[in-house]
């Protein structure tokens, strides 16, 4: 069965602090996907990143970047000097091959992010 | 990039009628579709994988009488739930495959009063 643990329920900051937030895995799978989305209260998903299992190179855009370790099966992402528009909860999703179980994301719980002036 | 639109995407309604969620691709065909809900404070949690012209696949304890999905296009996947009760009241969003990715709709917000 797959899983994937955020054990950060709420994380708060001041702006310009650099955050991160972790989010470990289970699979037993050998090609899978990782996913960060971001939910405002709107309630609309926004894609941050996507990740398979065969890349490890860690990755950066912009004030974002993403530690992916299989060593480990964490994938965390670390926000640099934090503004209040990052304020929102955080969610990271595993997927496993569309021809196993079609595909689906299974999320963790989430972090909720709150950064303050 | 692609587009899912989903639709109405807030909705209120009275206990014990039935209101129908519409998701659409809209620039890209979708055989796959997954619906999700999301209580207040929770995470996203599979309902069902909506499967072109054939029946979808329910998460276990989810009542399919219930939460009835017809995915009759490649482009269009509906939810309709039946008999509608305030603890249905949630947030529904769907999801539309296309190879590695997942694009979602905007969400539904329902309120059952």
């Known amino acids: 069965a797959q899983k994937v643990t955020q054990a950060q329920t709420e994380i708060s900051v001041v702006e310009k602090e650099d955050v991160t937030l972790d989010c470990v895995y289970e699979?037993?799978?050998?090609?899978?996907?990782l996913f960060w989305y971001k939910q405002p209260p709107s309630g609309e998903l926004v894609f941050l990143i996507r990740?398979?299992?065969?890349?490890?190179q860690n990755e950066i855009s912009g004030r974002y970047s993403w530690n992916f370790q299989k060593s480990t099966s964490s994938f965390n992402f670390t926000i640099t000097a934090s503004q209040v528009v990052d304020s929102a909860v955080y969610f990271c999703?595993?997927?496993?091959?569309?021809?196993?179980?079609?595909?689906?994301?299974?999320f963790g719980q989430g972090t909720e992010l709150s950064v303050k002036p | 990039g692609a587009v899912v639109s989903q639709h109405p995407s807030w909705v209120i309604c009275k206990s014990g009628t039935s209101v129908k969620i519409e998701c659409r691709s809209l620039?890209?065909?979708?055989?796959?579709m997954f619906w999700y809900r999301q209580f207040p404070k929770q995470s996203l949690m599979l309902m069902a994988t909506?499967?072109?012209?054939?029946?979808?696949?329910?998460e276990q304890g989810v009542e399919k009488d219930k939460f009835l999905i017809n995915h009759a296009s490649l482009t269009l996947s509906t939810l309709t739930v039946t008999s509608a009760h305030p603890e249905d009241s949630s947030f529904y969003i769907c999801?539309?495959?296309?190879?590695?990715?997942?694009?979602f709709g905007q969400g539904t917000r329902l309120t059952v009063v």
């Open positions: 999801s539309a495959r296309r190879v590695a990715e997942a694009f």
């Open positions: 699979t037993r799978d050998t090609t899978y996907y």
């Open positions: 990740r398979n299992s065969f890349d490890e």
């Open positions: 999703a595993l997927s496993v091959p569309i021809y196993n179980q079609g595909g689906k994301l299974i």
């Open positions: 620039d890209f065909q979708a055989t796959t």
């Open positions: 909506s499967n072109e012209g054939s029946k979808a696949t329910y």
